[in-house]
C-alpha cells in the first residue's frame, strides 16, 4: 500500500518561508492529481493548491502568489515552497493523491500524516 510521508512543518516569522515535502513510497508518474491541504483547528481541511500528472496547477485563493506547488516523478515527491507565510496560514498540512496505484480498483484520494505549519512572531 501506498504510504505518504509529509515533512519540512515547523514555526516561522510572518513573512518567513517554508518549503514542504511529500515523499510517496511508489511511483508518481501516473497519479492524476497531487495536492496539499491543510486544517486549522476548529476549521474544516480545505484546499491549498494541486498539480496534475500534466503539470497543470491550481491554488486556492488565499495563497496565489505566494505558494508554489511542484512534483518531481524521478523523486516520488511533491512539493510546496511557501513564501510570505502570514498567521493565518497556521495549520496542519496534509499531502493528498488522487488517483489509482496497482491494488486499487478505483481511483481514490490518500493522505499523508500530516506536518505543522505555524507562522508567529
Known amino acids: 500500500q501506498v504510504q505518504l510521508v509529509e515533512s519540512g512543518g515547523g514555526l516561522v516569522q510572518p513573512g518567513g518561508s517554508l518549503r514542504l515535502s511529500c515523499a510517496a513510497s511508489?511511483?508518481?508518474?501516473?497519479?492524476?492529481?497531487m495536492g496539499w491541504y491543510r486544517q486549522a483547528p476548529g476549521e474544516e481541511r480545505e484546499l491549498v493548491a494541486t498539480?496534475?500528472?500534466?503539470?497543470?496547477?491550481k491554488y486556492a485563493d488565499s495563497v496565489k502568489d505566494r505558494f508554489t506547488i511542484s512534483r518531481d516523478n524521478t523523486k516520488n515527491t511533491v512539493y510546496l515552497q511557501m513564501n510570505s507565510l502570514k498567521p493565518e496560514d497556521t495549520a496542519v498540512y496534509y499531502c493528498?493523491?488522487?488517483?489509482?496505484?496497482?491494488?486499487?480498483?478505483?481511483?481514490?484520494?490518500?493522505w499523508g500524516q500530516g506536518t505543522q505549519v505555524t507562522v508567529s512572531s
Open positions: 511508489l511511483s508518481i508518474f501516473s497519479i492524476s492529481e
Open positions: 498539480v496534475s500528472s500534466g503539470g497543470s496547477t
Open positions: 493528498n493523491a488522487n488517483g489509482r496505484w496497482p491494488g486499487s480498483v478505483r481511483r481514490r484520494d490518500y
